[in-house]
């Protein structure tokens, strides 16, 4: 049985009330670079198992705020993160927990394809693994067929596993490196514009794989096409200039959205 | 009005739509009217031209569906865009309808024209100008996303109704004083259902119009009221 997030991130927290229904949440997100506050103390409580969409124009701050959810702004000079990002109950930015342990809990696929160039398909499925135990042959065979059937990519790599990475087509390539993120068995998956370098036909095998992998996972998914939000998401969250507007099931938002601003956004009327 | 689309083509488009909608209306209520006036006046040339008038109405009603289509297909409309272009497919389905019930009634006023004039038409002129009112206030509504003004055209279609019940049972009583008049009587009660039927489109349109503006159906659910805040 996996262990749940608290017991992993933080054996001695003790955990504030949540909703049953919510995996990941932020209070009063705040996060600021040199100074400057891009986002603007924003509260959100994202579905457990299900697809939180989060879409805004160029500068809202939607990648800041996903990139908030497994603290990958450590590493970013000059960056603040104040407020708070819950995992089921665990503050993730508390001074206990273990960055490398969230991330493992709080996977994360990127914008452009990025598998490991010098490494094997196999080795690529299992780098994240590799950052923390070691494995036996066995169990490693076991992870890499599991993680690349769960990214709808084992059929077309079985019998290859040992070719480098980049042999891999686009749309494969980012498959490779969902596997990837698989492979740790992850609760939530960030996925940060994951097809916006694709054509069409590798980006529906992403939406039909993200349809296929919500009933497993949390994921959230920041994108530049609503077109994509309104297909792969159960509710979407729009953002603009840093602020929060408006978190509405997905069905609604694009046929009646609440806010005018939405509204604006989603039609075409800007200025 | 409010914002406008960055994309001037795209507004253009929903501009081209809207017009194309307003135009038919217009047709329609025009078609009403004279369809009725025919029949009261016995003016043949005016209910030739009603007739006329429909194939105008049929090509209007597909170039709004080409036009829908075209938009829908190219431009993936969301919000407001997504519920008028919806509403612009039900709303020429309606329009179409109307013109053709007019035609009827003009076929009507063809038939009966140049017979003793036995029945007294002014419930049948009532009707005409009550629903020839929805016509014009559904079209105002959206033409102002005027939420108020639609929920009151479709309380209207129980004035409309009121009246042909009245009409129905007058038609009947001078049909059994004077049997001779029962052919020209089916006739006048065809004429009468027609009308009660335009008010019933009228009535579509209005609450379409609800769902362009408020996001909310109010078809089926007995709720045309405003509501609270």
Redesign the interface.
Known sequence: MTPNASTVLNPMSIPPPVDGNTKMSSEDLRVSFNGNEVLHGVSLAMPRCSVTAIIGPSGCGKSTFLRSLNRMHDLTSGAKVTGSVLLDAVNVYADDVDAVLLRRKVGMVFQKPNPFPLMSIRDNVLSGLKLTRTLDRKSADITVERALKQAALWEEVKDRLGSPGLSLSGGQQQRLCIARSLAVQPEVLLMDEPCSALDPVATARIEDLIHSLKGDYTIIIVTHN??QA?RVSDHTAFFLQGDLVEFTPTGRI????RD?R???Y?????? | M??????RQ?EGQLDELRTRLLKMAGLVETMLAEAVQALVEDNQAVARKVIALDSEVDTLEMKCDELCLRILALR????????FITLALKMVTDLERMGDLAVNISERALDVSGHPRVFDWTLIEQMAALVGQMIRSANQAFIDGDEALARETVHRDAEVDALYARSFNQILDTMRSDPESIHDGLHAQSIAKWLERMGDHCTNLAEQVVFLV???DIRHANDAAPESK
Do not use: C, N, V, W
Request: aromatic share 8%; proline share 6%.
């Open positions: 609503m077109q309104a694009f046929t009646s959205p005018s939405t509204e604006d989603i039609t075409g009327k800007f200025g | 409010g914002k406008e689309h960055t994309d795209y993936q409309p969301m919000g407001s865009d997504l519920r408020r996001g909310k």
